[in-house]
């Protein structure tokens, strides 16, 4: 399958359990929601994929565990925009973060120029929360998480790159990054364990959030990683924008504008322009 097509389910997915955990925020705050998401996920990823049964090098496992522990803070942080800007400018100020990392290791002219393409695209959806009505305070706080969330992005595809290339141990890499970020962040929301494990229900929600936001998508950004190179990718995830407006809007009645439309054709042309670059 193409990578621009993994990215379409890997975008819908993702933004779709990131609607579901946006009603969770009220029950037990958006940070917890994401821990949580990275809690549930590395139980379904170790069950599955039972990294344990793999000789692993202290290397790798160093590699591993930083790169989950980037992981769980740019889904703690970016739950935190979210909670304060809506979902589809929220992941359009983010993407700076894969824009950088393309900036950085791009060489080729297409890819330079899908960058440019890309970034005229996000400015002009991140334009809009300077013209919002939300209040200021909110502002402040939702630009602030979302720019430590684009700085671990960018963070997250180094080191995934990395991880995925590690003698074919992507998943179970992922696996046992996303156990390290899950104990790193325990001692700050652990203790919400006496209020979710007897909610059965709020559990269910909560497992619905970890596949959808965090197995699915991060599985499928390992299998595209060993496939193309750190720029294609981060330019590939322009993509994502776009998915967030469209389940932002359907989901939550966060419709677009026409600057955000005009937005979202830019990157989609920053997208084209990648497929044919390689």
Known sequence: ?????????????????????????????????????????????????????????????????????????????????????PLGVAVAIEFCGPVAVAAVTGRGWRER??????????????????????????????????????????????????????????????????????VVFAPFFGGSVTTVVPDVGLLAFLLVVAVCSSVVPYVLDQVVLRRVGTATFSVLLALLPATAVVVGAVVLGQVPSWPELVGLALISGAIAMTATAR
């Open 1 to 85: 399958m193409p990578a621009p097509a993994l990215f379409v389910v890997s975008g819908l997915t993702l933004y779709l359990g990131a609607a579901v955990a946006v009603g969770l925020f009220e029950t037990l705050g958006a940070p917890t929601v994401s821990w949580w998401r990275i809690v549930l996920a590395a139980v379904v990823l170790l069950a599955w994929r039972r990294p344990w049964r793999r000789a692993w090098t202290r290397r790798q496992l160093a590699w591993a565990s930083l790169f989950g522990v980037v992981l769980a803070a740019m889904n703690i942080v970016f739950y935190v925009g979210i909670d304060h800007l």
């Open 113 to 182: 120029g899908a960058i440019v393409v890309a970034a005229a695209g996000v400015v002009l959806l991140a334009g809009i929360t300077l013209e919002s009505d939300l209040e200021r305070a909110d502002v402040v706080i939702g630009l602030a998480a979302i720019f430590v969330a684009a700085a671990c992005w960018a963070g997250y595809i180094v080191l995934g790159k990395r991880v995925a290339g590690a003698a074919g141990s992507g998943i179970d890499g992922l696996a046992v990054g996303m156990l390290a970020g899950a």
